[in-house]
């Protein structure tokens, strides 16, 4: 199986930085795109920020451009999340996604941490 923990979840006020991380462990062969996702309460899980291991190339949704930085080590099978000038609206539950092949040669398959909670308030 595949595990995704992440970290650094908190309280912060307004203005303020956390950085997230996830570490993917289990049987894997490799991983293609990781990714965060967040959900708030009432709300649908989006997108934050995704990265593809081999070409590096990165996606942010349009809220979190120019304040959020989404890296990985691919060494580690490790993606971060860094966030700026974090507003009340990042308010979520923060969610990590792989996507990982197993074994060589089969198809990729998605897998979710458990998510770790950002709050936002002064």
């Known amino acids: 199986q595949v595990q995704l923990v992440e970290s650094g979840g908190g309280l912060v006020q307004p203005g303020g930085s956390l950085r997230l991380s996830c570490a993917a462990s289990g049987s894997i062969f490799s991983i293609n795109d990781m990714g965060w996702y967040r959900q708030a309460p009432g709300k649908q899980r989006d997108l934050v920020a995704i990265i593809s291991s081999s070409s590096g190339i990165t996606n942010y949704a349009d809220p979190v451009k120019g304040r959020f930085t989404i890296s990985r080590d691919n060494a580690k099978n490790t993606v971060y999340l860094q966030m700026n000038s974090l507003k009340p609206e990042d308010t979520a539950v923060y969610y990590c996604?792989?996507?990982?092949?197993?074994?060589?040669?089969?198809?990729?398959?998605?897998?979710w941490g458990q998510g770790t909670q950002v709050t936002v308030s002064s």
């Open positions: 996604k792989a996507t990982v092949v197993r074994i060589r040669n089969t198809l990729p398959s998605e897998y």
